[in-house]
């Protein structure tokens, strides 16, 4: 296989670049400081038709596929991991699980807001006693009449106090459990017996809301089912297989701007008569950041190419995960340290950077279970089926 952008990707690069640098970076160190998402570049966003990157144009995207995203993804995170963060939840996991199993008549009743940016989507998974072991949850999703009753918790939800509407993963059947037993519905927010808990006050990525959503015998249309019901659980992990190709994609950004930093300061910073990119020590550091970008630009590219052609991804899109959220910690942390004291600065992004890249070894599945999810994958083709 071999990959190479199209004219039309390589100019929604050139437009994002733009788009980044004139109208989110100038606001980035803001929206860490006050803790709160920036709405007029969200309504900038959804005019430039963002929030839709990846979906048809029949609803109203772009219709740029999996790569499109990628792009989307690594330049937004290059400035800004918040504003990348609540849309990634929104395109990568909330939206994405509607447009890969919904309904026809569900996908044409919320997408086309979703992807003008006239609502935000978010992603009900984990809960108080659910998050690495997906299959545990407990919101319970009761029939009445034409409708379901839900009832519980989901804690941990990236955009839960913005969000119009969450997909959210529901057991419907106890005895069944994940394997038939859970279905996802669209939830709205204006509904009954839905509310947001307050903002979490989190290390990193404070520009990203994050909280606590409350279930409290909310009725929610049986139309409203995305996808089977039962199989809700199946849903939900496609849409984290291909979450993770674009969480790939943003640690790619974060990665790369480490690197272009360490390269600026190198340059002009001295040591001992001499700036100390003539150091040895500082080369190895500049020559391991770049070795790591580029074999992590070559994963998640032809990953995205893999989604956007229906070939298999699972195992490489686990990569993309696993690689991506430890390569863009290393590579901050080393510039970090080429930067010494000022690195440490709070007037200097790269201490933004290195507080908001952790989270990428945590969410939409630990590296833990990337790992068992790759090992598993590399086993099956050998005959050995691992047991969940």
């Known amino acids: 296989m071999e990959f190479t952008f199209t004219p039309q990707h390589l100019a929604l690069r050139r437009m994002l670049r733009e788009f980044c640098e004139e109208e989110l970076r100038p606001r980035a160190k803001q929206l860490d400081r006050t803790g709160q998402p920036d709405r007029e570049v969200l309504r900038l966003m959804g005019e430039l038709g963002l929030f839709g990157v990846p979906f048809s144009q029949k609803y109203g ?142 290390m990193g990525l404070h520009g990203s809301p994050t909280s606590l959503l409350n279930f409290d015998n909310v009725r929610v249309p049986k139309e409203n089912v995305v996808g089977k019901l039962g199989l809700g659980f199946v849903t939900f992990m496609k849409t984290l297989d291909i979450g993770r190709v674009s969480l790939g994609a943003a640690t790619l950004g974060g990665a790369q701007v480490a690197l272009e930093a360490a390269l600026r300061w190198a340059k002009v910073r001295s040591q001992f008569g001499r700036s100390i990119a003539h150091m040895q020590s500082i080369q190895f550091m500049l020559a391991d950041m770049a070795a790591d970008v580029e074999a992590l630009r070559s994963l998640v590219y032809r990953t995205a190419w893999l989604v956007d052609n229906g070939q298999p991804f699972i195992r490489e899109a686990g990569m993309c995960k696993l690689l991506g959220s430890e390569i863009a910690s290393r590579c901050i942390d080393r510039a970090l340290q080429i930067h010494g004291a000022l690195g440490l600065s709070r007037d200097f992004h790269l201490e933004r950077g290195w507080r908001d890249a952790r989270i990428a070894e945590i969410f939409e599945g630990t590296n833990e279970v990337q790992r068992i999810v790759i090992a598993s994958e590399l086993l099956q083709e050998v005959g050995v089926r691992i047991r969940p």
Request: hydrophobic fraction near 40%; charged fraction near 20%.
């Open 61 to 202: 995207g772009m219709g740029a596929g999996e790569v499109g995203y990628c792009i989307l993804m690594e330049e937004l995170n290059r400035v800004c991991p918040s504003t990348a963060t609540i849309i990634g939840a929104h395109i990568g996991i909330g939206a994405m699980s509607l447009y890969l199993d919904g309904a026809e008549a569900l996908k044409q009743k919320y997408l086309p807001d979703i992807c003008a940016g006239r609502k935000i989507a978010a992603f009900g998974l984990t809960e108080p006693n659910a998050g690495s072991d997906a299959a545990g949850i407990q919101l319970r999703a009761t029939p009445e009449g034409d409708s379901y009753m839900l009832d519980g918790q989901k804690m941990w939800i990236t955009n839960g106090p913005i969000a119009d509407v969450v997909m959210t993963l529901a057991v419907t059947d106890p005895a069944l459990g994940a394997r038939g037993g859970a279905t996802v519905f669209a939830v709205e927010a204006q509904w009954d017996g839905f509310s947001a808990g307050k903002p979490e006050k989190k």
